[in-house]
Structures are given as structure tokens and as C-alpha cells.
């Protein structure tokens, strides 16, 4: 069974910075591109930041420059670590497998809450 267990979030500051963490199992974490995902209530779910098996990286142009997804293969664990944020950072952000057709999936886990205000 696939799990994703995502952490790391919280109420933080404009400018402020976070390290969120997603602990995956049930499935071969090496093999898989992997993504960071996020959605605010009342819009639809978006692609933030993806890594493939090979640790090339790719992000939304509204994070570039700001956001870094990282991956350790050895503790089933894709990191993002979250600078400079803004209140449109505000968010659930989830953890899951990345693929072109990632709209159909049906497994999410409960995801961590971002907040920035002041």
C-alpha cells in the first residue's frame, strides 16, 4: 500500500522560510519521479516542483528561484525547502509520485498547511 506521510508546515511570516518533508513508502521511492503539489482551498491542485529518479529538477515558474525539491533515496524522502514566501504560498502542499498524467491520481495523503501572514 502507498502512503505519503507530508510535515513541516505552519504559520510563518512574508519572507520566511520552511523545510517540508514527505515520508514515502508502499512503493519503489527510487525508481519514480517524484513532486511537490499544492492547493488552496476553493482552487484546483497544482504542480509546484518535480524530481526525477535521476534528480533533475523542474518548478512552477511562480516558485523559481525560491524553492528547492530534493530527494534521499536512501530514507524514502522527497524534501522542499521553502524560501522567501508570499501570501499566494499559502497552501496544503502534498507529496506524490510525478508523472505527465498526475491530474487522475486518487491517492493523496492529508498534506501540511503553509500559512504566511503577518
Known amino acids: 500500500q502507498m502512503q505519503l506521510v507530508e510535515s513541516g508546515g505552519g504559520l510563518v511570516q512574508p519572507g520566511g522560510s520552511l523545510r517540508l518533508s514527505c515520508a514515502a513508502s508502499?512503493?519503489?521511492?527510487?525508481?519514480?519521479?517524484m513532486g511537490w503539489y499544492r492547493q488552496a482551498p476553493g482552487n484546483q491542485r497544482e504542480l509546484v516542483a518535480s524530481?526525477?529518479?535521476?534528480?533533475?529538477?523542474n518548478y512552477a515558474d511562480s516558485v523559481k528561484g525560491r524553492f528547492t525539491i530534493s530527494r534521499d533515496n536512501a530514507k524514502n524522502t522527497v524534501l522542499l525547502q521553502v524560501n522567501s514566501l508570499i501570501p499566494d504560498d499559502t497552501a496544503v502542499y502534498y507529496c506524490?509520485?510525478?508523472?505527465?498524467?498526475?491530474?487522475?491520481?486518487?491517492?493523496w495523503g492529508q498534506g501540511t498547511q503553509v500559512t504566511v501572514s503577518s
Open positions: 524530481i526525477t529518479s535521476g534528480s533533475r529538477t
Open positions: 506524490n509520485i510525478y508523472f505527465a498524467n498526475w491530474g487522475t491520481f486518487t491517492y
Open positions: 508502499g512503493f519503489t521511492f527510487s525508481s519514480h519521479a
